[in-house]
């Protein structure tokens, strides 16, 4: 077995570990996060937060896709703009070619670490119901095909048949690795879990977003989404996400880490409210970054398509197929409202106290500011 030095490859001296309240059958985390059977584990050095560990055993893997000079990556904290920067960044760099948009957007620009932040015992669930729903096989001979480990032989043929239906919604590295170029990738990844040449090769576009507006959003996505399905209330939730203790935590640290390689050439560090404020302007501003120039009718048919509430409507960037794959509950939708200031209707005036003074207190060595004067318009 080759040295990771001799073969090229960039040590991760990063260790996950499990967090012990998290793990209790009959503690309080496991009521609200019922899915999370193996509670949550954190990196060590970093403190970033993952459900699995899946995904801490393909971390060094993912650290090590080496990334192209043309390939861009769409940077964010969850629910701070992902899906629409990244379509919007899709389509800048396929010379808007809206015909191919409408393919689903996870397919044209995959989600990098998609394939293993799911806990295997979910991971099995979806399969075994989509293969029971949607092959119509019997549900007794499938439970002996995963007790005699036959799945795991006929696991490649499956996936071939489900990629059919919805494409290759969920990739693995090495899947990722024999894309055509320009690839776009999404991730909620830390920098410091990604190639450590990345800033060097490639380019990367790193959203940010009010916090308050992302706690409101990322709580309706832990409603939404059965692999995490919280049961808990608005205020519960952010304790959790002021605690650090969810899905893609700590959120300062990774907002932070960004905002301080700003002025890097290959990083453009840009603000979900911008976007709303001067969608044209921003798309422009993105094209420079990327080194396109969209002519007058194709930007105008950009902001068109990327019009807020139009693109809540878009099929193939509302993730669909995680209905198909019952990764989604049957009720809301993955792009909800895109508002600002939509904190203002949710939060008790103790708990905005309380989340203020959080921001003050991670804040207070930074010049960052968060943009809130559109919130008086939505």
């Not at 393909?58 to 701070?80: C, G, H, M, Q, Y």
């Not at 119901?129 to 995963?146: E, T």
């Not at 916090?211 to 409603?223: A, L």
Request: proline share 7%; aromatic share 12%; charged share 25%.
């Amino acid at each position: 077995m080759p040295s990771n030095e001799s073969s090229g490859r960039h040590p991760l001296n990063v260790k996950f570990v499990p967090i012990p309240e998290t793990l209790p059958e009959d503690g309080q985390f496991r009521q609200d996060f019922p899915s999370y059977t193996d509670g949550l584990v954190e990196a060590s050095p970093g403190g970033y937060i993952t459900t699995t560990q899946v995904f801490a055993e393909n971390a060094e893997n993912i650290f090590n896709l080496k990334p192209r000079p043309d390939d861009v990556f769409v940077l964010t904290f969850p629910k701070s703009g992902t899906t629409w920067t990244q379509d919007l960044v899709w389509l800048l760099m396929n010379n808007c070619d809206f015909e191919r948009s409408k393919i689903p957007l996870v397919i044209r620009s995959p989600f990098l670490e998609m394939n293993y932040y799911v806990p295997k015992a979910l991971q099995e669930k979806y399969e075994r119901d989509a293969i029971i729903s949607k092959m119509r096989l019997p549900a007794f001979l499938v439970d002996l095909m995963y007790r005699f480990n036959i799945m795991d032989i006929v696991r490649p043929a499956v996936m071939k048949i489900m990629n059919l239906v919805v494409g290759e919604a969920v990739r693995d590295l090495n899947q990722l690795e024999r894309m055509k170029s320009p690839r776009v990738f999404k991730t909620h990844l830390p920098l410091y879990l990604l190639h450590p040449e990345l800033l060097e090769t490639s380019k990367v576009v790193y959203v940010a977003r009010n916090p308050k507006d992302v706690i409101v959003s990322y709580f309706h996505f832990h409603k939404l989404m059965n692999q995490h399905k919280f049961t808990g209330d608005l205020e519960s939730f952010a304790d959790y996400f002021m605690k650090d203790r969810l899905y893609s935590s700590p959120y300062f640290p990774h907002l932070l880490d960004a905002w301080t390689k700003r002025h890097h050439p290959n990083l453009l560090f840009i603000f979900y409210e911008d976007l709303k404020r001067d969608l044209r302007g921003e798309i422009q501003k993105i094209g420079r970054f990327l080194g396109r120039y969209p002519n007058e009718y194709q930007l105008n048919k950009m902001v068109e398509h990327l019009r807020i509430d139009k693109f809540a409507t878009n099929k193939s960037v509302n993730f669909e197929h995680y209905r198909w794959l019952n990764f989604m509950s049957p009720d809301g939708r993955f792009i909800r409202n895109g508002k600002t200031g939509d904190w203002k209707n949710h939060f008790s005036p103790e708990l905005n106290a309380r989340i203020e003074e959080w921001m003050k207190e991670n804040l207070k060595d930074t010049d960052l500011n968060f943009i809130t004067e559109l919130e008086q318009q939505d």
